[in-house]
């Protein structure tokens, strides 16, 4: 029994099956079993905290200062479901990745459920949209879709000290059935730079004397 265990079962790394070299006895044999399934069951527990995570990046709070040595880009970021989908509206989540030209340094701005305005301290530098990220309820890895459409590969400097709005996104996940895939999309990018920064200025009162830039994309 304990040979055929170890045929359909390879413990993981770090998790070991200790096996004697006398004949073992009936009660060794179910204390073999009941460890080596124990280990398997720990296996199947261990394994899902490895998946890789969309990690998104901390958003500015609305208290916080401005530091003279950071850059901010902002906007906001809007994830809705139509209401016959058959999915949840917490079980996907959807970034946007704005990444550094030079260097690749990324950035995953989360979209939410609301019409918030988002903000993130970003270095120095130029910048560009790079792609989508994709994740379940707990922000496992579902997916990503570079974004090479024209309007959307512009570049824009960000200077530090300033605030730079890059539009109003609107996602869209979507699972017609239960037999059907996720979708995600980007829906739109709309140019609200007046409105938004209006009410920007007003939600994070720290920055109402930061200077901002508008580096709008717009789409489609």
């Known amino acids: 029994m304990v040979n055929t265990l170890q ?3 390879r413990a993981p790394s770090g998790l070991s099956l200790r096996v004697e070299d006398k004949m073992p006895t009936r009660r060794d044999r179910s204390k073999t079993v ?3 399934w124990g280990n398997a069951l720990a296996a199947f527990v261990f394994l899902p905290l490895v998946t890789a995570c969309v990690i998104f990046t901390p958003q500015v709070g609305r208290d916080s200062p401005a530091e003279a040595d950071s850059g901010y880009i902002y906007g906001r970021f809007t994830l809705t479901t139509p209401e016959s989908s058959s999915l949840g ?5 959807m970034g946007l990745v704005v990444a550094d030209t030079r260097t690749g340094l990324p950035y995953t701005i989360q979209f939410l459920r609301s019409r918030q305005i988002s903000v993130v301290a970003v270095r120095p530098g130029t910048y560009t ?14 997916g990503e879709e570079t974004l090479t459409h024209e309007k959307l590969t512009k570049e824009f400097r960000v200077e530090p000290g300033k605030v730079y709005y890059i539009g109003d996104f609107l996602g869209l996940t979507n699972r017609p059935s ?28 720290k920055f109402q004397n930061v200077e901002s830039v508008s580096a709008s994309y717009e789409y489609p």
């Open 7 to 9: 045929m359909f079962y």
């Open 89 to 93: 509206g917490g079980l996907v989540k």
């Open 34 to 36: 009941r460890h080596q």
């Open 129 to 142: 949209l790079s792609k989508l990220a994709f994740g379940g309820a707990n922000s496992e890895t579902m």
């Open 178 to 205: 239960i037999f059907s895939k996720v979708d995600w999309s980007l829906q739109s990018i709309r140019n609200n730079y007046e409105a938004t920064t209006r009410d920007f200025k007003q939600r994070f009162p």
